[in-house]
């Protein structure tokens, strides 16, 4: 084969390059990469998706995704982004499964969450897992939650324990607030914890004592800019008269305005993001077994409004969920406690129960 004199230029110059890299490394020179190979490098990459992330998504949702990338870099010692293989997100895969938090191995949910979020990563550097050859049965299995809520006793108990804490804490002498505003809150809305922290006292329509679930941008809220979870995550919660009444009364009595939040941190310009810590303290001193967190009222609140004969579309709009099969694992439940249903189920095979005896 023939080459043009542009092309033995251009290869000699190559040659020289490799010469004198290799030449450095043998003195112990470390090279700085160019521009472009510090494009493919994957903590370059890694950097820049958490730069975007921090940019469009919540504060929770960028550490969540930081942590992700934390532990797969641990696991995989590949340089360049295009070099990482299906060997490697399945050497990840054995890498989550050793990992504990609090001394407890990582749940299944866990495991499945942060796998899924390495492979949101590498879709967004353009170099899917399909790519890399990663199989339908490589993934983790996603075990699904089963639905789990308040009993009325528990919900009692922490109510009483409550009534003699703020921020979760025992009340100073002649304290006026505690936390049971904060507990009905949950219990009557639904709302998810990042949610309840940004609402503002202009956010209730207090005629008809509707609390307006919305995002938070620009100048309005300054440092405290909020992105809901999704478009649908917009929406208005219909919650008790009693408690609206309640909330107002307390804008009056403290001087509040309709910027300020209802539940700030102690700077009382912040949201406060310790609203789970509080309620984690109260379930303990009230001697709520198993799990105890916000994510359970919501819970509740759903298969109150289900159980009360409220439609499956009204409560899917209110929690601001999207997913059908998400709300029907929650009806499924409700029914199956209903005792003339339950029963209506059994009955059916009733006449099977002796067949072979």
Known sequence: MRLDARTLVQAKAEAEKHQHIRQALAHGVELAPSDEEQKLRLTSQVAAFLKEIEANKTPATRA?????????QESCRRLNLTDVKREDLLQFKTHLKKQQFRGR???????????????????????????MGVKKGDWPPKPER???????EEIDKMLKVAAGRFRGIKKKAG?????????????????????LQHL???????????????????????????????????RRVPVTEALTKAVMERKEA???????????????????THLLRITKRIAKLAGIEGRA??????????????????AVPDVMEWVGHVSMATIMRYYAKVKLEETEHRQKATQAFERFSSVGD
């Open 254 to 272: 403290e001087g509040k305005t309709n910027a300020d939040l209802i539940f700030p941190n102690t700077t009382e310009t912040d949201p406060d």
């Open 175 to 195: 304290e006026q607030r505690d936390d049971r505003l904060l507990l009905k809150a949950f219990l009557n809305s639904g709302l998810r914890d990042a949610e």
């Open 200 to 234: 503002a006292y202009g956010d209730i329509d207090v005629k008809h004592s509707l609390w307006h679930v919305r995002p938070k941008e620009g100048q309005e809220v300054q440092k405290r800019e909020h992105k809901l979870k999704t478009i649908d995550s917009q």
């Open 105 to 131: 191995p990582f749940s299944g949910r866990t495991i499945y969450n942060n796998f899924l979020n390495v492979c949101i990563f590498f879709a967004w550097a353009k170099h899917p897992a399909k790519d």
């Open 64 to 72: 969540a995704y930081t942590r992700s990338l934390e532990l797969f």
């Open 293 to 310: 967190d916000n994510h359970k009222f919501r819970a509740t609140v759903i298969t109150t409004w289900l159980r009360n004969g409220i």
């Open 146 to 152: 089963d639905p789990d809520a308040y009993t009325v």
